[in-house]
């Protein structure tokens, strides 16, 4: 059943007057930048996602950064899910695998956290799924291949039955909540007041959520500038912030100064720092679920591919 909700603020855990949390894709991140960020932002009280590579790498990378093969690595992302992180999913590797090789970095994320990854959000491999020109439909599939040059909608198989890379069924299976449209708007809640929701055209992934932009540091601190802030916290929002902490948060082995005074002032307001699930968790519990219709749909893919294409969201 549809339940195509307007945006309207939720009354928060623990009297707190809005949400924040992050998924940062591991791209670019070494151990030393994960160790500096991740201290950082749990002296300060947040709690967020960090998607990993469980499988170390077999052939050439698309890629730059850490995976779980580093001991190192591994131990670290251990001890930042005791002390309440969430490890989530980037897919296998760092480059395209095949169906037995996702399934093998599943059981591999099982062996080292305890349990499979409840929130992921796709790289750019041939087994991401419903990802490239797969995110849209109709007119505006036509206008992202245009826009692209026809590129990117070659890479995405996860979904497509019989190509060596289709995992679609073990996604659904194992994996709750994946991460799709990309935003230029702090309140994620606001541009997509649906979220979490199933699509009944992409059947493979149980339940989507949005994100906002913040690949690098530039546009990270640039959602989450002090008029930002103070806004999301009179609507009594919720962000969920898309970065990679590997791509400008770190000079000369330091935190980016502008970065660090940006979270201090964040994390001094009321919010409600959780990881990404536990915020999807009491989404459906505050408001229920959603299964988008073709209106839905359609509005979120055309908000998005507007963006992308005259402000370059992610």
Same mark, same amino acid.
């Given at each position: 059943?549809?339940?195509?909700?307007?945006?309207?603020?939720?009354?928060?855990?623990?009297?707190?007057?809005?949400?924040?949390?992050?998924?940062?894709?591991?791209?670019?991140?070494?151990?030393?930048?994960?160790?500096?960020?991740?201290?950082?932002?749990?002296?300060?009280?947040?709690?967020?996602?960090?998607?990993?590579?469980?499988?170390?790498?077999?052939?050439?990378?698309?890629?730059?950064?850490?995976?779980?093969?580093?001991?190192?690595?591994?131990?670290?992302?251990?001890?930042?899910?005791?002390?309440?992180?969430?490890?989530?999913?980037?897919?296998?590797?760092?480059?395209?695998?095949?169906?037995?090789?996702?399934?093998?970095?599943?059981?591999?994320?099982?062996?080292?956290?305890?349990?499979?990854?409840?929130?992921?959000?796709?790289?750019?491999?041939?087994?991401?799924?419903?990802?490239?020109?797969?995110?849209?439909?109709?007119?505006?599939?036509?206008?992202?291949?245009?826009?692209?040059?026809?590129?990117?909608?070659?890479?995405?198989?996860?979904?497509?039955?019989?190509?060596?890379?289709?995992?679609?069924?073990?996604?659904?299976?194992?994996?709750?909540?994946?991460?799709?449209?990309?935003?230029?708007?702090?309140?994620?809640?606001?541009?997509?007041?649906?979220?979490?929701?199933?699509?009944?055209?992409?059947?493979?992934?149980?339940?989507?959520?949005?994100?906002?932009?913040?690949?690098?540091? &530039?546009?990270?601190?640039?959602?989450?500038?002090?008029?930002?802030? &103070?806004?999301?916290?009179?609507?009594?929002?919720?962000?969920?912030?898309?970065?990679?902490?590997?791509?400008?948060?770190?000079?000369?082995?330091?935190?980016?100064?502008?970065?660090?005074?940006?979270?201090?002032?964040?994390?001094?307001?009321?919010?409600?720092?959780?990881?990404?699930?536990?915020?999807?968790?009491?989404?459906?519990?505050?408001?229920?679920?959603?299964?988008?219709?073709? &209106?839905?749909?359609?509005?979120?893919?055309?908000?998005?591919?507007?963006?992308?294409?005259?402000?370059?969201?992610?």
């Amino acid at each position: 059943m549809t339940h195509p909700l307007p945006y309207r603020a939720i009354p928060w855990p623990e009297d707190r007057r809005f949400a924040f949390t992050i998924f940062d894709d591991p791209d670019g991140q070494s151990l030393e930048v994960t160790q500096l960020v991740y201290s950082f932002l749990a002296d300060l009280g947040f709690r967020t996602s960090l998607g990993v590579w469980p499988l170390g790498i077999r052939r050439e990378t698309n890629s730059g950064g850490e995976t779980c093969a580093n001991p190192d690595y591994r131990i670290f992302l251990q001890q930042l899910q005791r002390k309440g992180f969430e490890i989530a999913f980037h897919n296998a590797a760092p480059h395209p695998c095949t169906r037995e090789e996702v399934i093998e970095s599943l059981e591999l994320f099982r062996s080292y956290f305890g349990n499979p990854p409840r929130a992921m959000a796709n790289h750019y491999n041939t087994d991401a799924i419903y990802w490239g020109s797969a995110r849209v439909e109709g007119w505006r599939r036509a206008v992202y291949n245009l826009a692209t040059g026809g590129r990117k909608h070659k890479l995405c198989f996860g979904h497509v039955e019989g190509h060596p890379s289709f995992w679609g069924d073990v996604c659904r299976d194992r994996i709750r909540y994946c991460r799709n449209f990309v935003y230029a708007d702090i309140n994620t809640l606001r541009m997509c007041p649906w979220m979490p929701y199933s699509d009944p055209h992409r059947p493979y992934v149980r339940d989507w959520y949005s994100g906002s932009e913040g690949a690098q540091a &530039d546009a990270f601190l640039r959602t989450l500038q002090q008029q930002h802030q &103070d806004r999301l916290e009179a609507e009594g929002g919720a962000c969920i912030m898309y970065t990679h902490f590997g791509h400008g948060f770190v000079e000369n082995g330091q935190l980016k100064p502008e970065f660090r005074r940006t979270m201090e002032r964040l994390a001094a307001k009321r919010g409600w720092f959780v990881p990404v699930s536990a915020l999807l968790d009491f989404l459906v519990k505050a408001k229920g679920h959603t299964a988008i219709d073709d &209106d839905i749909r359609r509005q979120l893919e055309t908000r998005w591919l507007l963006e992308k294409l005259f402000r370059g969201t992610s």
